[in-house]
Antibody, heavy 116, light 112 residues
Framework: ELHLVQSGGGLVKPGGSLRLSCAAS????????MNWVRQAPGKGLEWVSS????????FYADSVKGRFTISRDNAKNSLSLHMNNLRGEDTAVYYC?????????WGQGTPVTVSS | IVLTQTPLSLPVTPGEPASISCRSS????????????LDWYLQKPGQSPHLLIH???SRASGVPDRFSGSGSGTDFTLNISRVEGEDFGVYYC?????????FGPGTKVDIK
């Protein structure tokens, strides 16, 4: 399993931008498909985005398409989520998660609050 | 793909069995490889979710054998043979047959 440590997040005004990072340790990062999953306050889990091992395949939830960009750097064992044009409904705890073909490793979560 | 879970709340006495149902709006069977892409997660309060069962019935690493997953097509069940104190929290099913991945609404299992 991967060990995932997240950073970034915080308070941002509507329309603002933020970058989330996820640092992985463990030799399996380069062969892991990675994801971002979020959880709004008091709500359930919502898948946000996925990126394949070599970044060939990238997918987004309709709710963030055109505003969020997922990327990875296998040489640095890192995953990122660039979030632009943030809205109130993007307020949530964001988790990075991944594994070979399953989401068996999760980061600790990082809160994002979009408010004026 | 829409997932529904029943019940949404499940009070359980420690030592007793528990069962959670997850229903999908379409089959989660991949006809190409024969796998059913339905996973189960547990999220304890204040913690990240963690994987219990993947691909219908395979226990994740380190998951006790009191947890089991079953079902087929569109109807799935997570069974806990004897609930222990560490099992309380919110259980989610998730499909990864196709994008967008989707989660069920969650079932909160707490002490009766």
């Amino acid at each position: 399993e991967l060990h995932l440590v997240q950073s970034g997040g915080g308070l941002v005004k509507p329309g603002g931008s933020l970058r989330l990072s996820c640092a992985a340790s463990g030799f399996t990062f380069s062969v892991s498909n990675m994801n971002w999953v979020r959880q709004a306050p008091g709500k359930g889990l919502e898948w946000v985005s996925s990126i394949s091992r070599n970044s060939t395949y990238i997918f987004y939830a309709d709710s963030v398409k055109g505003r969020f960009t997922i990327s990875r750097d296998n040489a640095k064992n890192s995953l990122s989520l660039h979030m632009n044009n943030l809205r109130g409904e993007d307020t949530a705890v964001y988790y990075c998660a991944g594994g070979y073909d399953i989401l068996d490793s999760w980061g600790q979560g990082t809160p994002v609050t979009v408010s004026s | 793909i829409v997932l529904t879970q029943t019940p949404l709340s499940l009070p359980v006495t420690p030592g007793e069995p528990a069962s959670i149902s997850c229903r999908s709006s379409q089959s989660l069977l991949d006809s190409d490889d024969g796998n059913t892409y339905l996973d189960w997660y547990l999220q304890k309060p204040g913690q990240s979710p963690h994987l219990l069962i993947h691909t219908l019935s395979s226990r994740a690493s380190g998951v006790p054998d009191r947890f089991s997953g079953s079902g087929s097509g569109t109807d799935f069940t997570l069974n806990i043979s004897r609930v222990e104190g560490e099992d309380f929290g919110v259980y989610y099913c998730m499909q990864r047959l196709e994008f967008p991945f989707t989660f069920g609404p969650g079932t909160k299992v707490d002490i009766k």
